[in-house]
C-alpha cells in the first residue's frame, strides 16, 4: 500500500511536468478538455468491464448535485489549473496546490462543520502568508513563474477545496468507481462550452510528440491511475498516513521542473515552500488529532 501510495504521488507531481509540456500543444482550454474526455472514457470502460450497463434510477436533485460536483471540481478545477500552469512554474504550481487542504479545512471551519482552533488557524495564516510571499515576491531572473498564473491555480485549488466539502456529503451514496464515472462525464460536457472553439483550433499535424506523451501521461497516469492507487490506499491505510505523501507532491514536483524542464530552484522558492508545507502540517495535524 505504501508502494502504491508513493507512485501515485509520483504520478501527481509529475502530472504538473507533463501538463507544462501538453499545454504547448494543445493550448490549455484544448488541454483541460481532452484530459477530462479521455479520464472520462477510461473511467466508462472500468466500470462497464467492472458494473456491465449501469442501471441509475437517480432523481432530478441527485443530477443537480452532481452537475455542482462535477463543475467545481474538474470543469473549474481544470480550466483555472491548466490555465495558470502555462503562466507561472511547476514549482509554484505544486506548492499553491498543496495547500488544497488547509483550503478545504477554512472552508469546512467557515460553513461551521469543523470548530475552530488556534493551531487550525495558525497553520492556516501561515500557509496563506507563504503563499502570499512566494506570488507577490516579484519575478526572478529566468524563472518561469508569474503572480497571474500563481493566482489563477489559487483559484483552482478554492475550486477543488469546494468539491472536497461537496463530495464528503455524497459518497455513501455511491461508490468511487461509480462517483468518478458519473462526475467525469459530466464534467467533461460542462467543459465543452468553455473549450470547443479552442480544440477547433488546434493544429493537430503539428502537435509534437512531447504533447501527446504529456495528453497521455495527464489522463491514464496523472488522473485515473493515480486516483484509483489513491482510493485503494485509503481502504487498507490510516488517511493520516495517506495524507503523509501528499507533503511528496510539491518536492516531486519541483525537482522534475528542475530535471526535465530546466527549471531554477531558488532559495526563496525552498524557504517560502518550507513554509507553506509547515502551515499545511499544523492545520492537517490539529485536524487529525481531533479525529482520533
Given at each position: 500500500m505504501h508502494v502504491l501510495m508513493f507512485l501515485g504521488t509520483v504520478f501527481w507531481a509529475a502530472n504538473i511536468v507533463a501538463g507544462k509540456e501538453a499545454v504547448n500543444g494543445f493550448g490549455a482550454m484544448g488541454l483541460a478538455q481532452l484530459r477530462l474526455a479521455g479520464a472520462a472514457i477510461l473511467f466508462a470502460v472500468l466500470f462497464l468491464a467492472w458494473r456491465g450497463w449501469p442501471e441509475l434510477h437517480l432523481g432530478?436533485?441527485?443530477?443537480?448535485?452532481?452537475?455542482?460536483?462535477?463543475?467545481?471540481?474538474?470543469?473549474?478545477?481544470?480550466?483555472?489549473?491548466?490555465?495558470?500552469?502555462?503562466?507561472?512554474?511547476?514549482?509554484h504550481t505544486g506548492l499553491i496546490v498543496a495547500i488544497g487542504p488547509v483550503m478545504t479545512l477554512a472552508l469546512a471551519c467557515l460553513?461551521?462543520?469543523?470548530?475552530?482552533?488556534?493551531?487550525?488557524?495558525?497553520?492556516?495564516?501561515?500557509?496563506?502568508?507563504?503563499?502570499?510571499?512566494?506570488?507577490?515576491?516579484?519575478?526572478?531572473?529566468?524563472?518561469?513563474?508569474?503572480?497571474?498564473?500563481?493566482?489563477?491555480?489559487?483559484?483552482?485549488?478554492?475550486?477543488?477545496?469546494?468539491?472536497?466539502?461537496?463530495?464528503?456529503?455524497?459518497?455513501?451514496?455511491?461508490?468511487?468507481?461509480?462517483?468518478?464515472?458519473?462526475?467525469?462525464?459530466?464534467?467533461?460536457?460542462?467543459?465543452?462550452p468553455f473549450a470547443v472553439r479552442s480544440v477547433m483550433q488546434i493544429r493537430w499535424a503539428k502537435v509534437t510528440p512531447g504533447a501527446w506523451g504529456g495528453l497521455a501521461f495527464m489522463i491514464v497516469l496523472g488522473t485515473v491511475v493515480a486516483y484509483l492507487f489513491y482510493a485503494f490506499a485509503l481502504t487498507e491505510l490510516a488517511a493520516s498516513r495517506v495524507a503523509a505523501f501528499n507533503y511528496l507532491q510539491p518536492v516531486v514536483a519541483a525537482l522534475l521542473g528542475?530535471?526535465?524542464?530546466?527549471?531554477?530552484?531558488?532559495?526563496?522558492?525552498?524557504?517560502?515552500g518550507t513554509m507553506i508545507l509547515l502551515g499545511v502540517y499544523l492545520a492537517e495535524r490539529e485536524r487529525g488529532e481531533e479525529g482520533q
Open positions: 432530478g436533485r441527485q443530477w443537480l448535485v452532481l452537475l455542482g460536483v462535477a463543475f467545481n471540481g474538474l470543469t473549474l478545477n481544470q480550466i483555472c489549473f491548466i490555465n495558470g500552469l502555462a503562466r507561472t512554474s511547476v514549482a460553513m461551521r462543520l469543523e470548530p475552530f482552533t488556534l493551531p487550525k488557524l495558525l497553520g492556516m495564516l501561515m500557509s496563506i502568508v507563504g503563499v502570499a510571499m512566494l506570488t507577490l515576491g516579484g519575478q526572478e531572473p529566468g524563472s518561469t513563474a508569474h503572480w497571474q498564473g500563481d493566482l489563477i491555480v489559487l483559484a483552482g485549488s478554492a475550486s477543488f477545496a469546494y468539491f472536497t466539502i461537496q463530495v464528503k456529503e455524497i459518497a455513501n451514496q455511491y461508490d468511487t468507481l461509480t462517483l468518478n464515472t458519473l462526475t467525469f462525464a459530466l464534467g467533461c460536457l460542462l467543459m465543452i528542475a530535471w526535465l524542464l530546466g527549471e531554477s530552484m531558488t532559495p526563496r522558492v525552498i524557504v517560502r
